[in-house]
T-cell receptor, first 109, second 115 residues
Framework: GQNIDQPTEMTATEGAIVQINCTYQ??????LFWYQQHAGEAPTFLSY??LDGLEEKGRFSSFLSRSKGYSYLLLKELQMKDSASYLC??????????WGAGTKLIIKP | ETGVTQTPRHLVMGMTNKKSLKCEQH?????MYWYKQSAKKPLELMFV???????ENNSVPSRFSPECPNSSHLFLHLHTLQPEDSALYLC??????????????FGQGTRLTVV
């Protein structure tokens, strides 16, 4: 079956760096997506990786290794507003999106 | 403001009630989606409309009935729901189905409680 794994919850300190991992097993691959969802809010698109390597976008970066079925989202200079859930999703060969259950990130002062 | 608006934000309904959820987007997108989000579970895709035509129904019980009158509006009609249907129902849109489905714009959702 198809599967996305990511940690349920992580805690980090304001100003620090945190890495949220996502591993996947899917039937084919057409890209990996990261979303941010604040409590009670809409998920918002953060990043898209289809080739191996690191994509940087301000304080957020996303990495992909297709051979390892692995991605991570790196958040630098953490701010309190980064407290949210981070959702990983993979698009398979049939253009179906397979979602992870999300990682709740708690930022402490 | 994400460009996708859902109403109502909260809904409590009895198991014998009939209600409808509404979604509206003015982003010029051609694909619209209904998702179910339950606590600590992955998003579950329920229905997909592409250019107003339903293209996917992921084995959703018939007590959920979607309607897409035009490319800007999407409804989810609810009747005789069960308590386990309590969840956050999210509407989303994207330019069209396919790869752009991954870069979707979501509404804030309707928090549904079935009593």
């Amino acid at each position: 079956g198809q599967n996305i794994d990511q940690p349920t919850e992580m805690t980090a300190t304001e100003g620090a760096i945190v890495q949220i991992n996502c591993t996947y097993q899917t039937s084919g691959f057409n890209g990996l997506f990261w979303y941010q969802q604040h409590a009670g809010e809409a998920p918002t698109f953060l990043s898209y990786n289809v080739l191996d390597g690191l994509e940087e976008k301000g304080r957020f970066s996303s990495f992909l290794s297709r051979s390892k079925g692995y991605s991570y989202l790196l958040l630098k200079e953490l701010q309190m507003k980064d407290s949210a859930s981070y959702l990983c999703a993979v698009m398979d060969s049939n253009y179906q999106l397979i979602w992870g259950a999300g990682t709740k990130l708690i930022i402490k002062p | 403001e994400t460009g996708v608006t859902q109403t109502p934000r909260h809904l409590v309904m009895g198991m014998t009630n009939k209600k409808s959820l509404k979604c509206e987007q003015h982003l010029g997108h051609n694909a619209m989606y209904w998702y179910k989000q339950s606590a600590k579970k992955p998003l579950e895709l329920m229905f997909v409309y592409n250019f107003k035509e339903q293209t996917e129904n992921n084995s959703v019980p018939s007590r959920f009935s979607p309607e897409c009158p035009n490319s800007s509006h999407l409804f989810l009609h609810l009747h005789t729901l069960q308590p386990e249907d309590s969840a956050l129902y999210l509407c989303a849109s994207s330019q069209e189905q396919g790869i752009s489905m991954g870069e979707a714009f979501f509404g804030q959702g309707t928090r549904l409680t079935v009593v």
